[in-house]
């Protein structure tokens, strides 16, 4: 979710149309622009410090300062995705190619059996209700960067700003990352694909970017579940970066040692203070989170399958920020995912673009079994 850092390309004629509008326009023309940041971890954090006044970030990225995306020598490499953070407003990032991993044998995903409803409950067992304001657009302003390069933010400034109309939903999300069960680390080296039928088989389906987004920022829309700051002591980030071994990761033989000798998660829940204001555990740091990113493309960069959180290692690890460059095959030592559904009584005005966005959990059994 090798041997050499990847190059940053030449900014391309899109990214320098915005930055030329936000220095016409300033904040008022930050609406109908959303940015693109891309960052690769590397080991160790850098500290650079910004401005007394801090620098503005829109949909979680620096839109002024953004680097361009950089492609993967590699079609195989496990070096964790570049973060691309955007909003479904934005053209797609530079193109490149996919980036597989053949998938992971079946023994390293283990088989959680159908979620029921508890009479009177408005989600299944395991899972929050969450009910709020999802903002399509977000502005916040880091006082202190880790690293600039790396859209790492240490503290944002106490107010935010959200451009567009409030979209309103209202979902179940699993409180933990799979298979949600307190105590137990989370499922890792899983496909988009494999996480999709693993929701399935529970009645549920994968969250959507915007449902996910919402359950972490919560109603006062912080960049971390956890507030304003970054604290690396309540959630599972900012790890020692370790390199991995593509070859090792890639035979079935050799692959579980790799994956144990990479790990560096944390039980579900063991984290406790890492949990958002409406109650979902671990949704920053820990592994990366697969989601159904709506603007996606089944074929093309940005992918409908989306990454977000971040894992353990040295990475932006917000909530708003997300992966898009990685196909439905991917599989990675990090990545990881959790299950929405549908909230009971719920009115038919509430979250009906996410709820018609991702397939149904029905639809998504049946694709399972024609596609074995």
């Not at 829940?269 to 089944?298: F, I």
Request: charged letters at 25%; glycine letters at 8%; proline letters at 8%.
């Amino acid at each position: 979710m090798k041997a050499s850092h990847r190059q940053p390309a030449r900014a391309s004629a899109h990214q320098h149309a915005v930055r030329r509008a936000l220095l016409v326009c300033g904040g008022a023309g930050l609406m109908g622009y959303i940015a693109a940041v891309v960052t690769t971890p590397v080991p160790g954090p850098t500290r650079a410090r910004a401005g007394a006044a801090g620098v503005p970030t829109v949909a979680a990225a620096r839109a002024s300062e953004a680097p361009v995306m950089s492609t993967s020598a590699s079609s195989e490499s496990l070096m964790p995705a570049p973060e691309v953070s955007w909003d479904r407003l934005e053209s797609s990032p530079d193109s490149g190619a996919p980036l597989s991993i053949a998938e992971v044998e079946s023994s390293l995903v283990s088989s959680v059996g159908p979620l029921t409803s508890d009479p009177g409950r408005s989600c299944p067992h395991g899972m929050v209700l969450v009910e709020g304001q999802f903002c399509p657009s977000l502005a916040h302003r880091c006082l202190d960067y880790l690293s600039v390069e790396r859209d790492r933010c240490a503290e944002y400034a106490e107010t935010s700003r959200c451009f567009g109309k409030p979209v309103p939903l209202r979902f179940c999300i699993d409180e933990f990352e799979y298979p949600n069960v307190r105590g137990v680390k989370p499922e890792v080296a899983v496909s988009y694909i494999k996480a999709r039928q693993l929701c399935a088989e529970q009645g549920k389906r994968l969250c959507t970017e915007r449902e996910w987004t919402l359950a972490c920022e919560g109603p006062e829309r912080l960049p971390y579940p956890t507030g304003r700051r970054r604290d690396e002591n309540a959630c599972n980030y900012d790890k020692p970066y370790r390199f991995p071994d593509n070859d090792a990761y890639a035979n079935p033989r050799t692959r579980g040692a790799e994956i144990a000798r990479l790990d560096q998660r944390v039980a579900s829940g063991e984290m406790a203070e890492c949990v958002s204001a409406y109650g979902v555990h671990d949704m920053t740091g820990n592994v990366d989170e697969w989601v159904y990113n709506e603007a996606g493309s089944q074929t093309e960069r940005p992918y409908v399958s989306g990454l977000k959180g971040g894992y353990w290692g040295p990475v932006r690890n917000r909530c708003r920020p997300m992966t898009v460059d990685h196909n439905a095959w991917h599989s990675g030592y990090q990545i990881g995912f959790r299950c929405c559904a549908d909230g009971q009584d719920q009115s038919t005005d509430l979250g009906s673009e996410a709820r018609d966005a991702e397939p149904t959990a029905a639809a998504l059994s049946e694709e399972a079994q024609i596609s074995g």
